[in-house]
Nanobody
Framework: QLQLVESGGGLVQPGGSLSLSCEAS??????????IGWFRQAPGKEREGVSC????????TYADFVKGRFAISRKIGANTVYLQMNSLKPEDTAVYYC???????????????????WGQGTQVTVSS
């Protein structure tokens, strides 16, 4: 069974940057064969989609509230998907999750239910 592990979270001041990573654990699984999404959930709020990248890396999408500040990428063969977060704001504070969907799931059409495998999350706190 595909298992995902997020890393890179932490405490950062407003305007700062963090880089999150999502890796597959479990023998024989490669993230290269999945559409990967990043989601976040702040205390008392619904989990929301942040960004998505296709298996080839040719398609990426972003929620309006992170456009121009966050960048999703993947290194084919490295089994890792990254989320570079710049110009962080206090409202970006949340637990960030990566999730995997079938390779044929398009980022523009994807809904949360399409993502069947989830990581445990990594905490991002933006505060002075």
């Amino acid at each position: 069974q595909l298992q995902l592990v997020e890393s890179g979270g932490g405490l950062v001041q407003p305007g700062g940057s963090l880089s999150l990573s999502c890796e597959a654990s479990g023998a024989g699984f490669s993230l290269d064969y999945y559409t990967i999404g990043w989601f976040r959930q702040a205390p008392g709020k619904e989990r929301e989609g942040v960004s998505c990248i296709s298996s080839s890396g040719s398609t990426t999408t972003y929620a309006d509230f992170v456009k121009g500040r966050f960048a999703i990428s993947r290194k084919i063969g490295a089994n890792t998907v990254y989320l570079q977060m710049n110009s962080l704001k206090p409202e970006d504070t949340a637990v960030y999750y990566c999730a995997a969907a079938h390779i044929r799931t398009g980022c523009y059409e994807a809904v949360r239910g399409d993502f069947r495998s989830w990581g445990q999350g990594t905490q991002v706190t933006v505060s002075s």
